[in-house]
């Protein structure tokens, strides 16, 4: 049932604040406790962390490397599991061994967790669907709460995967004594902000619609992004190829000098994701080449960056204010709506992307 949407994957973004509000109750106890399933876990126990996924739910555990390192102070590493499981990576004392999954049944995450078993200290992870190998293969397996999702290109999943991640760190970084009272007390308001500043960003779908027909005119789209919001511009360019068809790449914006800018000409629009945090002026200073160079720059920040840095873009899509630690959940929003509606405006199948599956079963 699309309840009165034209696709899933439009009902299943629209669901987003409700979904992910009740993802949160699932997790937080009414005095801004984290719990957790049982047997729960010691993280005072472990010292590094290995991240092991494919397609979004990989970029969902690079959103997470950022906070788990900035903020429970845990090394972090994160492999795509088709090359994880084939390298035979040694692997540490001390290590949490944690898979990210909407399925549960990725091929190739099952055997990274496989090829894991009785080498990692723990095997976690966050999957959608309770039921599903990669689960009963856990000690311990964090459910996201998203529903069924039906649409191929992963929409709500993604967002529910980065809020039971940054609940995890959280709980980490309380257990390794890396954040202060104030600190958690900041962040878990800021969770709860999450609903109502997801169905402000919603509303602005009008400039992401107008945007979008602009983009399905192109052949070739970048996605610019610093610190975590590289992760997402990442999940944005995926999202784009897979329904759209246009052929959309992801840099961190620091690596542009490296090579892509090469690319940059009239004719190719390049997505800047760039709430104004710490890391916005460097941002907006690599989005200054791109626009010295004629490259036409949709800009997606909020009120702020857009006041200081939107003069003389091509496009603006301006989000709702939002502490920075909630911005990577907050910005897949507009990642998810630019894709969706480049495609509808180019008329592909927005459901069932051709050559797509949505559960990968094999490798
Ligand atoms: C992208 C998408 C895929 C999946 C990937 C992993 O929109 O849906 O990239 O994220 O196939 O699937 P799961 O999470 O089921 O392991």
Redesign the pocket.
């Known amino acids: 049932d699309k309840a009165g949407h034209k696709h899933f994957m439009a009902k299943e973004i629209a669901e987003q604040p409700v979904v992910l509000a009740n993802t949160l109750a699932n997790y937080l106890t009414a005095n801004g406790e984290i719990t957790l399933p049982d047997p729960g876990i010691d993280f005072t126990a472990i010292d590094r962390l290995t991240m092991v996924?494919?397609?979004?739910?990989?970029y969902a555990c690079l959103t997470a490397k950022y906070w788990f390192e900035q903020i429970a102070r845990l090394p972090v590493e994160v492999d795509v599991a088709s090359e994880f499981r084939y390298r035979e990576p040694p692997i540490p004392a001390r290590t949490l061994a944690l898979f990210?999954?909407?399925?549960?049944?990725?091929a190739d995450?099952l055997a990274a967790l496989r090829y894991c078993e009785g080498k990692a200290d723990k095997i976690m992870s966050v999957i959608?669907v309770p039921e599903s190998s990669?689960a009963r293969e856990s000690d311990l397996a964090l459910p996201i709460f998203a529903g069924v999702e039906v649409g191929?290109?992963?929409?709500k999943?993604?967002t529910c995967q980065l809020t039971v991640l940054l609940m995890l760190v959280l709980k980490a970084a309380k257990a390794r004594g890396t954040i202060t009272d104030t600190q958690m007390a900041d962040h878990i308001s800021a969770l709860r902000s999450l609903p109502a500043l997801m169905n402000l960003g919603i509303e602005q779908g009008e400039a992401m619609q107008s945007t979008a027909r602009k983009l399905a005119e192109a052949r070739d789209i970048l996605f610019l992004g610093r610190g975590v919001m590289y992760p997402l511009a990442l999940e944005g360019a995926?999202?784009l190829k897979?329904i759209s068809y246009i052929h959309a790449e992801a840099y961190a914006s620091g690596e542009l000098k490296h090579g892509p800018i090469a690319l940059i000409d009239k004719s190719v629009p390049v997505v800047v994701m760039a709430p104004r945090d710490t890391l916005f002026d460097k941002t907006i200073s690599n989005m200054q080449e791109v626009m010295a160079r004629k490259g036409k720059v949709a800009l997606i920040s909020n009120a702020a960056g857009i006041e200081e840095a939107g003069d003389g873009t091509w496009a603006q899509i301006k989000m709702p204010d939002c502490p920075d630690i909630v911005a990577p959940i907050l910005y897949a929003i507009p990642a998810q709506l630019l894709a969706y509606h480049t495609a509808v405006a180019k008329g592909t199948d927005v459901d069932q992307p051709r050559n797509?599956a949505?559960?990968?079963t094999v490798e």
Do not use: R
């Open positions: 996924a494919c397609g979004t739910a990989y990210v999954s909407q399925s549960g049944e990725t995450t959608n990669i191929v290109a992963s929409t999943a993604f995926l999202k897979e797509l949505k559960s990968v």
